[in-house]
Every structure is written in C-alpha cells, then in structure tokens.
C-alpha cells in the first residue's frame, strides 16, 4: 500500500474540476454555500466560476411570493452584480459577492451576531475595488437580458425552479461531457479545512449516483451562522 493510499495520508494530485455556481446575491444560505465552496477550493482541486441567476426570476408567476419581496429590493444586487460581470470578469463577481456579505460595520457597533442581509450595495462595490457607477446598474434594466440568459442556463441544468445556488461540476477526464449539476448543498454553519472537503466528496457522490434526486436534512436551527472569518474571495 503506497503513502497516498494510507487514511489521513497525502491525497494524490489530480488535475483541477471547473465548478460553475449560479447564485442570486441576495440569498444568505448561498452566501454560506460560497464560503463553503472557497473552502472547499483549497483543499480540492477546484476551478471556481461565479455565474448569476434571480430569486425574482426563479419565483415569476407563482401566486404567493416566498421571498416577500413585492416591492423589488431583490432585484438590486442581482442587476448590480451582472454588472460587475459584464464589466469586469467572474471574479469581480465573486469579491463583489464577499463584500456584501462580509462584516464591515466598524468594530462593535452592531455586533459579530447582528448581520442578518447584505451590506449597502455601494459600500460593497468600494470595498471589492469596483467603480462607484457600476451602483445605478441596481435601478436600470439596462443587464436583465444577460441576467436572464444566465439565470435560462441554471435553469437548462435542473428545470424550472431549482433555487439557489446552482452548481454544474466538469468533468476533468472528459471536458465534452455534460457537467453533474445540482442545487445546494444548503447548509447553516460553514465547515472549514478538510470537513469542507469530505462534504464536498460526499456531495459529488450523492449528486452522481444514477437516480439520485433530493436529500434533506433538519431544519437550520438556529438561524444561519453568517458571523466568522470569510475566506480570501480571489
């Protein structure tokens, strides 16, 4: 048996596996299901791509709105991010994406505990060092084409109301091959270090396993952890 057959040994190298995340800014347990990924991306070898869909897109024509957003607020960060990525690149996307999220409120002023949605959408653009015009792109229709060409592309991957994030995995050996998709993880507590690669082993598995469709878990009790260091958004 060699070292890197051993438990707990060296894993062997192995080339690196495009992963494509479809997410809707706004959503706090994507925001989580990101800082998993980029934890995940360092002990995997993952190639991240940061890709947009829209709750308002997701839930148009249902009768009842899940989001209880009837005055369009959603609709903000989501424009404003298709911004950033039509203007400057899929990583903008991802700093942009932290930096809403991240705790910038100066220290002890609301508290580790009290961050319950995103920051100010123009704080956020300066902190990533992004433009301040890329804001008035969050009351334009100026990007929801592109905005809907990326969220028909989540859709294609799982049908008509997945939710967010999607996320399409490639396939190193056969690059041609259709991508494993699926939706979540969702998850409450961001697991950090090699428990966010075992849950991303286990995730690949479940997701390929021929028929395999849905797996869920208790309810996030309490609410979700949006409190802790983040990881470096590049």
């Not at 995997?44 to 989001?67: A, I, V, Y």
């Not at 091959?177 to 966010?196: H, M, N, T």
């Not at 869920?216 to 990881?231: H, I, Y």
């Amino acid at each position: 048996m060699t070292a890197e057959a051993l438990p707990g040994g060296p894993r062997p190298r192995s080339r690196s596996r495009t992963v494509d995340v479809w997410f809707d800014p706004a959503c706090p347990y994507t925001w989580l299901t990101a800082r998993w990924l980029r934890e995940a991306a360092r002990v995997r070898p993952l190639d991240l791509r940061w890709q947009l869909m829209s709750l308002t897109l997701l839930n148009d024509g249902r009768e009842d709105d899940p989001e209880s957003d009837p005055d369009g607020y959603l609709r903000i960060p989501v424009r404003i991010g298709t911004a950033v990525r039509h203007h400057h690149g899929q990583e903008a996307l991802g700093r942009f994406h932290a930096s809403l999220w991240s705790d910038l409120d100066p220290p002890g002023e609301h508290g580790r505990t009290a961050r319950k949605w995103i920051n100010d959408p123009a704080v956020a653009l300066a902190h990533a060092g992004l433009p301040p015009e890329l804001l008035a792109a969050g009351g334009s229709t100026a990007y929801d084409e592109e905005l809907r060409a990326s969220h028909a592309e989540a859709l294609e991957l799982l049908g008509p109301r997945p939710g967010t994030p999607v996320v399409a995995v490639g396939e190193p050996s056969g690059p041609s091959r259709p991508p494993l998709a699926f939706y979540g993880p969702v998850i409450s507590r961001v697991p950090r270090g090699e428990d966010a690669g075992r849950l991303w082993d286990g995730t690949l598995l479940v997701a390929g396993t021929p028929g395999f469709h849905a797996l869920k878990g208790r309810p996030a009790d309490p609410d979700p952890d949006m409190t802790g260091p983040d990881v470096d958004p590049a």
